[in-house]
């Protein structure tokens, strides 16, 4: 008879190595693969990531980041949502949601994982029925990502995350992540992320890996990804590649490869992904499809609300005290100023009244775009944001930026 424990573990060499023998099923997997808790932590969440065949590090910019890398927090310019369901067979099912929201400089993120067994009978010594009971192992994760300050280099994004795992049949363990972002050039963008970090009891311990990668954006058409990684308990090192393109303003087409090394036994269709994803404004819907060979298929749904990543920092300007009153810098300086306190209004007034005086000062067309992409003004705020880099093309950060947010 094949107990909750040993589908568990099936499910996590199945999910760890791509594909693993037939005979996982029946309690023979690997001792590195019975070495785990939280198995289900393996299972990527969220549709669009998973779609992409989990080559995700160097994107992370919806609320799932949190699972993927927790410096792509940083990178969120307003709340943030996430809620996925993970249909395998033999009736278990994982759930996930995830929010993220900005609090003053940094993003704070929330997220809870579910593994559900199904339910089962509960019998006496006569093996009369008594009840229904079911079974269930849970994760919650918090974490924060905020912008690099001047001494990581001022560019890109680093995120730190914590999680308690609480399994059925076991006790509760505690692991750490942290991960980052750097914005490159031309719509290139590197990611790097440890997950899991923590310390094991009695030889067994949650699924740690170290992940790097890098994510092409090409403005509104396509994104190409792909990352790398290790895992600490299982020693497999694995590879993924993934894209989406943009088929029409709100449809999204999603593909992607992820390889491990060690596969063995499965027959049938492993390692591919594929998914289709709807946008209508801030909502979206998204669908990933995931085969295990013969030993299972995983089907995602996932709900989605956000804004986007935020809007990059403008270049810092001199203060309104240290310039002449009414001047363009101190004009600048108080609408800066507006803008941080959150009166947007204002700050607008302040940066039309700059920019009809000086039509070239380009950080005012950015503060411009960062004012109205706030507010959700998104077209005449890429407008904006277009025309500071007309006047300024030396500015890699908001280029790539832009190229990403205008792909969607």
């Known amino acids: ?62 609320a799932s980041c949190l699972y993927w890398n927790p410096g792509g927090l940083g990178q ?32 704070f993120g929330a997220s809870i994982a579910s593994l559900n067994f199904g339910s089962y009978d509960v019998r006496n010594e006569e093996g009369v029925k008594e009840r229904v009971a079911s079974l269930s192992d849970m994760a919650i994760s918090g974490g924060v990502g905020f912008r690099n300050p001047s001494w990581l280099g001022g560019r890109g994004w680093t995120g730190i995350s914590a999680v308690a795992v609480s399994e059925s ?47 092409w954006t090409a403005p509104g058409r396509i994104r190409v990804a792909a990352d790398g990684g290790y895992g600490f308990v299982d020693r497999i090192p694995w590879a993924a590649v993934g894209t989406e393109v943009w088929a029409a303003p709100f449809l999204v087409l999603r593909a992607g490869y992820k390889w491990r090394s060690n596969i063995t036994g499965l027959t049938g269709l492993t390692g591919v992904t594929g998914g289709v994803g709807f946008r209508i404004a801030r909502f979206g819907l998204d669908y990933a499809y995931q085969p295990f060979g013969t030993l299972m298929v995983s089907h995602r749904v996932s709900l989605v609300y956000g804004v986007g990543p935020a ?19 101190a004009l600048f300086a108080e609408a800066e100023a507006l803008a941080a306190a959150g009166d947007r209004k204002g700050a607008l007034a302040k940066l039309r009244t700059l920019l009809k005086r000086a039509p070239g000062h380009w950080q005012g067309w950015q503060l411009a775009g960062n004012c109205l992409w706030a507010d959700g003004n998104r077209a005449k705020a890429i407008e904006s944001f277009r025309y500071s880099l007309k006047l300024h093309p030396e500015n890699p950060e908001l280029r790539t930026w832009l190229e990403s947010v205008t792909a969607k």
């Open 1 to 62: 008879m094949i107990t909750f424990r040993r589908l568990l573990v099936a499910m996590a060499a199945a999910a760890c190595a791509g594909g693993a023998a037939a005979s996982t099923l029946l309690g023979t997997a690997t001792p590195d693969a019975r070495l785990l808790r939280g198995a289900f932590l393996v299972q990527g969440v969220g549709a669009r990531a998973v779609g992409m065949g989990e080559a995700f590090t160097a994107v992370a910019d919806d």
């Open 76 to 107: 969120l310019g307003g709340v943030n949502a996430v809620a996925t369901h993970d249909a395998l067979d033999a009736g278990i099912g994982i759930s996930y949601l995830g929010v993220a929201a900005p609090v003053g400089r940094a993003t």
């Open 169 to 215: 049949a076991a006790g509760m363990l505690l692991g750490l992540g942290i991960g980052g972002l750097v914005p490159i050039d031309g719509g290139l963008t590197g990611g790097w992320a440890i997950r899991n970090l923590g310390s094991a009891q009695g030889g067994f311990g949650l699924p740690a890996e170290a992940r790097a990668g890098l994510a």
């Open 311 to 329: 809007a990059p920092a403008v270049a810092a300007a001199p203060a309104a005290g240290a310039a002449r009153p009414g001047s363009e810098d």
